[in-house]
């Protein structure tokens, strides 16, 4: 079965063509130009990934973002002719997979898209194998549940964050630069926004640490990378 993609964009040349990009590779498209109509949609039907525009008419997509992952867990690609970096962060906090900003080729739409997919997927093909826990210090993780535990209160991280930090944990004190991390968790080679991996650090860090400014688990070598300190 083809793999369900829905659209959320107003600008039906630039929804009409994405849509073209994608059914050539094999993928079936449907698209929704209204902020409301493209949230309801998404809450109803069944898609495997959703590219959701940042300005809609009638609810943002910041919005849209935040109740859809509130409710669902697949992959959310924001599209956006903004570049500032606040808008990215935002939409990054928000549980958004992917931030890309208008113009960009369609061809590295789709490479995207495949790559966010093929990593879901994996994922959810290995959930019943992962029976075992990473318990270090006050952090339990749970694999198969993909449930973490800081000093016995459960917090909540969205998908990628989990798998970041079940990176970094599964690999006690190894450094990890950035782009091996982008390569290994974002399926793409490290020549494009790295930047992706400090936004979801920052994310972990508010959640896990008692002070995030002063990061215990999760230490910043200046110049190398990341690891997780043990």
């Known amino acids: 079965m083809n793999n369900r993609i829905l659209i959320i964009e107003d600008e039906r040349s630039i929804a009409e063509l994405e849509r073209d990009y994608f059914e050539i590779n094999g993928f079936f498209v449907e698209i929704e130009q209204d902020g409301n109509a493209g949230l309801k949609r998404a809450l109803a039907d069944d898609f495997d ?55 960009f080729s369609p061809s590295e739409l789709v490479a995207r898209v495949k790559a966010h997919l093929s990593r879901y997927e994996r994922i959810m093909g290995r959930r019943d194998d992962q029976n075992d826990k990473i318990k270090i210090r006050g ?10 535990y800081v000093n016995n209160k459960e917090v909540i991280l969205t998908t990628r964050e989990f798998d970041l930090l079940a990176m970094l944990a599964s690999h006690p004190n190894r450094v990890f630069s950035k782009e091996e991390l982008f390569e290994r968790l974002w399926d793409l080679e490290a020549v494009g926004d790295i930047g992706t991996v400090s936004v979801h650090i920052r994310k972990i860090r508010e959640k896990i640490e008692i002070d995030p400014s002063n990061p215990q688990y999760i230490e910043t070598l200046w110049g190398a990378g990341y690891r997780f300190s043990v």
């Open 49 to 103: 990934l959703i590219i959701l525009d940042l300005m809609l008419p009638g609810i943002d997509g910041f919005e849209i973002c935040k109740q859809i992952r509130t409710n669902k867990d697949i992959p959310i690609l924001m599209v956006s002719a903004k570049k500032e970096e606040f808008d990215k962060i935002k939409g990054l906090g928000f549980g958004a997979d992917d931030y890309i900003t208008k113009p």
């Open 139 to 148: 952090i339990v993780m749970e694999k198969q549940s993909r449930r973490v």
